[in-house]
């Protein structure tokens, strides 16, 4: 699939999962903590659909995140074994590339995805928050985070937790990309 596709796809499941449960767009922004505004936006395809948004419907709908992304429902329950490169894919911003590592395990407590963000230039960062909790752990290259105006570098073998309510943008440096094990809860 490719990124310019992926949130024309989940879109439409995003709205077909809410009137399924019954809740108005309203009702929705009030259980996950949204503008209205910002449900229908999401739900018209028109624009990229952060992953924790993605989260946060998944759990008030009583879904798995699985179901969004792919369509299609996780249903081991025991564990997920994932091959080296055979995450799924989740196509869904133009900056970031998402390995979904555990798309297949159901009632899952955290969302671990193998990311890859290019280097860019400072003034093209593309800032983030949401609900929960974030943990990042450097496999290859060197991470730029921003945590609000704080700046960190990060190089393989260093990880940071943080609170992702906490406006954070991200970039490669060194002019190559930057490789890492991103956990969200």
């Given amino acids: 699939m490719e990124t310019g596709q992926a949130y024309v796809e989940i879109a439409p499941r995003l709205l077909g999962l809410r009137e ?66 055979q995450g799924l894919s989740v196509a869904r911003r133009a900056d970031y590339d998402y390995l979904h590592l555990a798309s297949r395990f159901t009632n899952k407590r955290m969302e671990p995805f193998l990311v890859t963000v290019p280097p860019k230039d400072e003034n093209e960062l593309v800032w983030n928050e949401h609900g929960g909790q974030e943990f990042i752990y450097i496999l290859k290259g060197r991470l730029e985070i921003w945590l609000d105006q704080r700046r960190h570098e990060l190089e393989p073998g260093d990880s940071i937790y943080f609170d992702s309510k906490i406006p954070h943008a991200l970039r490669g440096l060194d002019e190559a990309e930057a490789v890492f094990l991103d956990v969200i809860s």
């Fill in 20 to 85: 399924a449960v019954g809740l108005s767009v309203d009702e929705l922004a009030a259980k996950i903590g949204v503008r209205p505004e910002t449900v229908n936006l999401y739900e018209e395809g028109e624009t990229e659909i952060p992953v924790s948004y993605l989260k946060d419907v998944a759990n008030a709908c009583g879904v798995d995140i699985t179901s969004l992304i792919s369509g299609h429902e996780a249903h081991l329950h025991d564990y997920t074994l994932v091959r080296k490169g």
